[in-house]
């Protein structure tokens, strides 16, 4: 089993860009969960767009899943290497290119879940 940051640092540049993504939809999020409870009418502007953007950080880590499994098969492809091996590099590779799906659906959750809760705050109706 492998550790968190292991999984974080086999993904790439692809689990910093979801980091990324993350963090700034978290922050926008929580900004629009704050107008939100204040009743601000900008809170829906606010909380759909930390929505949209909390759903780069899967889509992220399936981008990064797609690029490391052509990395794989390129690399595959290149080397002379008999069936065992290769097959148990591409397990491996597998292994790892799947690790940045595990990555931008964890650093995407939070965001999302938040970014959900605050439109929906935004969006009830004025007592």
Do not use: H
């Amino acid at each position: 089993m492998a550790s968190t940051i292991q999984i974080f640092q086999e993904c790439g540049a692809w689990s910093y860009f979801a980091l990324f993504a993350a963090l700034l939809a978290l922050g926008g999020a929580m900004t629009a969960f704050g107008l939100a409870l204040a009743r601000a009418q900008v809170a829906k502007v606010i909380a759909a767009v930390a929505l949209a953007v909390a759903l780069a950080p899967p889509v992220l880590g399936l981008v990064g899943r797609t690029m490391g499994m052509q990395n794989l098969e390129a690399a595959l492809v290149s080397a002379d290497l008999g069936p065992e091996d290769a097959a148990r590099l591409r397990a491996q590779g597998e292994q790892e290119a799947n690790g940045c799906v595990t990555v931008g659906l964890s650093t995407g959750l939070l965001p999302l879940a938040l970014a959900a809760v605050a439109l929906v705050l935004a969006l009830r109706p004025k007592a």
